[in-house]
C-alpha cells in the first residue's frame, strides 16, 4: 500500500496531513441496541423492551461460519433455516419484532398459538411475556422436529417449566380438530390472502388473532378481534412485507381444505453448504420481513440497490457478504437519520472485510468539526486510493470549514480517480470552490463538465449562464 502519496504528483494532497482514526464505532450487545430503541422512542413498553434484552436473537440462527461479533443487534435479518425458499426462515430485527410485540400486548397468563415461530425466538420471547400456554404451529414435519430438538438443547423446556408455561408442538392437524382450546391471542407469522376463517373458532371473546394480509400486492399486518355476541371486526396497522404462506396451507387456516397427512412436506437436512447459502442470501431482498410505512421500505429498497454501493467479489465469502450487507444497511440507516447505528454497522463491515466505501460512508456519519469525519476518509484513501467519493468528501469538508484553496486540489483529485461513480459532484464542488475565489473562467470550463454529465440539473444550467454573462 502507498504510504508517500507525494509519489503520484498531488503534493497539495498530503494524506500525511489529516488526521488518523481516533474512534472506531463497532455494534453493540443486544441489550445496548433494545436500549437505544427505547431512548428512540421506538419501543416504549418496557415489559416487551426487557423481554428482548433477555431473548438473545443470535442463539436461535444457524451457526454462523465466521464469527461476527454482536450480529445479533444489527438491523440485518439472520437465517434459521437452511432453505430460504421456505417461508418465515429468517428471523426479523429487533425493531420490527419489539413493535409487533408492543402492538399484539401479551399479557400475563394468555393463551397464545403462534403460526410460524421463527427458529424459537419468537416463542423465548411470548414465554417470557407470562404467557401460561404456547402452541407452536409449524406446518413442515421436519422443521417442527428441528425446533424442538433445539428448543431443548438451548434448554428452553427447563425455563418453560420454572415459568409455569405449558409449551406444545403441532403441526395443521391441529386446524380441522375438535379441541377445547380457546386463544387469548393467535399471531402468524407469514402472509396470508384472506382471513383465516378457520381459527375464529379458537380466539375467546376480546381475543385477537394477528396476522399479515395481502392488499393490493402490499403484505398489511391485520388485527382481528372476535367481539361480544360474535361480531369479527378487522383493522389494518402496518406494512410488513412477510413471505406469503404456501397454498395448502392458507387453504387450511382459511377455510376451504381438510387437512391431509399425505401432503405435510417434510424438512431437509442441515449441511455446511446450505448453511453458508443462507447466509450468503439472507439479505438479498432488503425488504423481506421489514415493518414500516410505504415510504419506509421504498427507501430501505433504493438504497439498497444503489449505484453508490460498489463492493463487488467473485467467489464471495461469508464474512465477505455479511460486510457488504452491513454496509448496504448501514447506508440505509444514514438515509434515514440515524447516524450512529449507521457508524457501527459501516465500522464493523470494515473489521470485517476493508473497504473504501464502508470507511468513507463511515466518515460521513460524523459532523464536519469532527476530526473522525476527516480521518475516515484517509483510511478510505488509504484502503483504496482510487475510490474518488473519499477524495471529493474530504474536499466538501475542508470547503465548508472555510479551506476553499485547499479543497479544490482534493476535487481535482477525485475526478481524475479511476473508480468514482458520481463525477459530476466533484466538478460541480471545484465550480463552486473556483466561484468563491473569483475564478470565474476556470468555474465557467468546471461548470461546462458539470453540466455535460448532469444535463437535466436546472441548478446547473443557471450557474452556466451566471458564468457566460460574466465572460463576455
Not at 385477537?208 to 355476541?229: A, C, D, G
Not at 475542508?398 to 458520481?422: D, H, P, T
Not at 461548470?447 to 460574466?470: N, R
Amino acid at each position: 500500500m502507498e504510504r508517500d502519496w507525494r509519489v503520484r504528483g498531488i503534493s497539495d494532497c498530503d494524506l500525511e496531513l489529516l488526521p488518523e482514526v481516533f474512534s472506531w464505532p463497532k455494534l453493540c450487545s443486544q441489550s445496548e441496541a433494545v436500549e437505544r430503541l427505547a431512548y428512540m422512542g421506538t419501543l416504549e413498553d418496557s415489559t416487551v423492551k426487557d423481554v428482548l434484552c433477555k431473548t438473545p436473537r443470535g442463539v436461535h440462527a444457524l451457526p454462523l461460519p465466521s464469527k461476527v461479533e454482536n450480529i445479533e443487534s444489527s438491523a440485518l435479518k439472520l437465517p434459521w433455516w437452511p432453505d430460504l425458499e421456505t417461508p418465515n426462515s429468517l428471523l426479523p430485527g429487533l425493531f420490527e419484532t419489539g413493535h409487533i410485540f408492543q402492538m399484539v400486548d401479551i399479557e400475563q397468563n394468555d393463551c397464545v398459538l403462534l403460526i410460524g415461530p421463527r427458529g424459537n425466538w419468537w416463542t423465548e420471547i411470548i414465554l417470557h411475556l407470562g404467557a401460561k400456554k404456547i402452541m407452536v404451529l409449524e406446518t413442515d414435519n421436519g422443521r417442527r422436529e428441528v425446533l424442538q430438538n433445539r428448543w431443548r438443547d438451548l434448554r428452553l423446556d427447563i425455563v418453560a417449566k420454572a415459568l409455569n408455561c405449558e409449551i406444545e408442538w403441532c403441526g395443521l392437524e391441529y386446524v380441522n380438530k375438535e379441541n377445547s382450546y380457546v386463544w387469548d391471542k393467535i399471531i402468524i407469522t407469514g402472509g396470508l390472502n384472506t382471513i383465516p376463517s378457520n381459527l375464529l373458532k379458537d380466539i375467546d371473546i376480546n381475543g385477537e388473532i394477528w396476522t399479515p394480509i395481502k392488499n393490493n400486492n402490499r403484505v398489511v399486518l391485520q388485527k382481528i378481534t372476535k367481539e361480544i355476541f360474535g361480531e369479527i371486526k378487522s383493522q389494518q396497522i402496518t406494512l410488513w412485507d412477510v413471505d406469503m404462506l404456501d397454498r395448502y396451507t392458507e387453504n387450511i387456516l382459511c377455510g376451504s381444505l381438510i387437512f391431509e397427512e399425505d401432503l405435510v412436506k417434510e424438512g431437509l437436512e442441515e449441511s455446511p453448504d446450505l448453511i453458508r447459502d443462507a447466509w450468503l442470501c439472507a439479505n438479498e431482498n432488503p425488504t423481506r420481513d421489514r415493518l414500516g410505512p410505504e415510504s419506509l421500505l421504498e427507501i430501505i429498497e433504493e438504497v439498497w440497490h444503489s449505484k453508490d454501493i460498489l463492493i463487488e467479489k467473485n467467489n464471495i465469502s461469508v464474512k465477505d457478504s455479511i460486510a457488504k450487507d452491513l454496509f448496504k444497511m448501514g447506508h440505509v440507516l444514514q438515509k434515514i437519520g440515524v447516524f450512529r447505528i449507521a457508524a457501527e454497522h459501516h465500522g464493523t463491515s470494515y473489521l470485517l472485510s476493508p473497504s473504501a466505501e464502508s470507511a468513507c460512508y463511515l466518515g460521513k456519519t460524523y459532523s464536519i468539526d469532527n476530526e473522525d469525519s476527516l480521518a475516515w476518509q484517509r483510511k478510505a484513501i488509504e484502503t483504496n486510493p482510487h475510490f474518488g467519493e473519499a477524495w471529493n468528501e474530504i474536499g466538501e469538508i475542508l470547503m465548508k470549514r472555510g479551506e476553499v484553496q485547499n479543497a479544490i486540489n482534493w476535487f481535482r483529485e477525485a475526478i481524475a480517480s479511476k473508480n468514482y461513480s458520481k463525477r459530476g459532484v466533484a466538478w460541480t464542488n471545484l465550480t463552486r470552490a473556483q466561484m468563491e475565489l473569483n475564478q470565474d473562467i476556470s468555474a465557467f470550463f468546471s461548470a461546462q463538465k458539470a453540466s455535460e454529465l448532469f444535463p437535466d440539473d436546472k441548478e446547473l444550467k443557471e450557474l452556466l449562464f451566471y458564468l457566460s454573462e460574466d465572460l463576455v
